[in-house]
Nanobody, 129 residues
């Protein structure tokens, strides 16, 4: 079972990046998929998540209106489109899969790290001012 995150890089403030997370080793089409990030010297935090249907999405307040999470179950891939990037978005970004969440979960549930069973390696996003 592997989650492979990619798409990180260096971008100027106001720019955009799209992160991808490709899953392999088992079907992920019935899993919630989440994105977390960890900035230097800080704890890892929830960024966004998407239900297995793709109908419902969840975002932490600081990225609402700027980031969009989506998925392509046929490709076993989840995406995080990041627009209007700010220096404070600089962090390692991690994708994760939650296999035990129900069909209708609330934000307080999907943002918890322990809900996620599989994790990818981080991809670094650096936003310069």
């Amino acid at each position: 079972v592997q989650l492979q995150a990619s798409g990180g890089g260096l971008v100027q403030a106001g720019g955009s990046l799209r992160l991808s997370c490709a899953a392999s080793g088992r079907p992920f089409s019935r899993d919630y998929m989440g994105w977390f990030r960890q900035a230097p010297g800080k704890e890892r935090e929830f960024v966004a998540a998407i239900t297995w249907t793709g109908v419902n999405t969840y975002y932490t307040d600081s990225v609402k209106g700027r980031f969009t999470v989506s998925r392509d179950n046929a490709k076993n891939t989840v995406y995080l489109q990041m627009n209007s990037l700010k220096p404070e978005d600089t962090a390692f970004y991690y994708c994760a899969a939650a296999t035990r969440l129900g069909l209708y979960e609330g934000f307080d549930s999907v943002r918890i790290e322990s809900q996620y069973d599989y994790w990818g390696q981080g991809t670094l996003v650096t936003v310069s001012s």
